[in-house]
T-cell receptor
Framework: DTEVTQTPKHLVMGMTNKKSLKCEQH?????MYWYKQKAKKPPELMFV???????INESVPSRFSPECPNSSLLNLHLHALQPEDSALYLC?????????????FGPGTRLLVL | GQNIDQPTEMTATEGAIVQINCTYQ??????LFWYQQHAGEAPTFLSY????GLEEKGRFSSFLSRSKGYSYLLLKELQMKDSASYLC????????????FGSGTRLSIRP
């Protein structure tokens, strides 16, 4: 199984809503990532979890809150988002979080903030 | 600073060969990746180079020259389904698994 799954596929939310994005992998990978991708732009790293601990936070606003309940799951909690946060949110995983490891991406959640 | 450059758009003909170039300037280097991304879909892994030379995988090959900060992705026997964006990504930081993506090359295949 080389699949990373994400739910939901699409999400529309208002600026006062609270929602969560979910990501799951069963490849035994110990590093998981959140990326944000705007249209016609490359993915931008948001967070990295390595062995269930947050190892990288790319100065992401606090309205985005990651959570790693266990080694297979990664959540991204959303609160008080802005319309400019509308984007494709991609989850990825890699084997152990070391340098040079291949990252495998999920299909993404397309988020629209109204 | 970190900088990754690749052409914005390219066009090629079905059945032909195309080479997509990527140059990078990063503070460190721990490997270079190529990903394919179809519109509206997630990136999918194509290749990984950490040593100089050519890595071949079916119709796709990737080359790296660390001294020149240069890589290319070579696609042979082009098919219509190869129309996609191709992202060059470099792990150029001492932090584990922090890869930076180039802006991508949008490849269009014409019949």
């Amino acid at each position: 199984d080389t699949e990373v799954t994400q739910t939901p596929k699409h999400l529309v939310m208002g600026m006062t809503n609270k929602k969560s994005l979910k990501c799951e992998q069963h490849m035994g990978h110990r590093a998981m990532y959140w990326y944000k991708q705007k249209a016609k732009k490359p993915p931008e790293l948001m967070f990295v979890y390595s062995y269930e601990k947050l190892s990288i936070n790319e100065s992401v606003p606090s309205r985005f809150s990651p959570e790693c309940p266990n080694s297979s799951l990664l959540n991204l909690h959303l609160h008080a988002l802005q319309p400019e946060d509308s984007a494709l949110y991609l989850c990825a995983s890699s084997q152990g979080g070391d340098d040079g490891e291949t990252q495998y991406f999920g299909p993404g959640t397309r988020l629209l903030v109204l | 600073g970190q900088n990754i450059d690749q052409p914005t758009e390219m066009t090629a003909t079905e059945g032909a060969i195309v080479q997509i170039n990527c140059t990078y300037q990063t503070s460190g280097f721990n490997g270079l990746f190529w990903y394919q991304q179809h519109a509206g879909e997630a990136p999918t892994f194509l290749s990984y180079n950490v040593l100089d030379g050519l890595e071949e995988k079916g119709r796709f090959s990737s080359f790296l020259s660390r001294s020149k900060g240069y890589s290319y992705l070579l696609l042979k026997e082009l098919q219509m389904k190869d129309s996609a964006s191709y992202l060059c990504a470099v792990n150029g930081d001492s932090s584990a698994s922090k890869i930076i993506f180039g802006s991508g090359t949008r490849l269009s295949i014409r019949p």
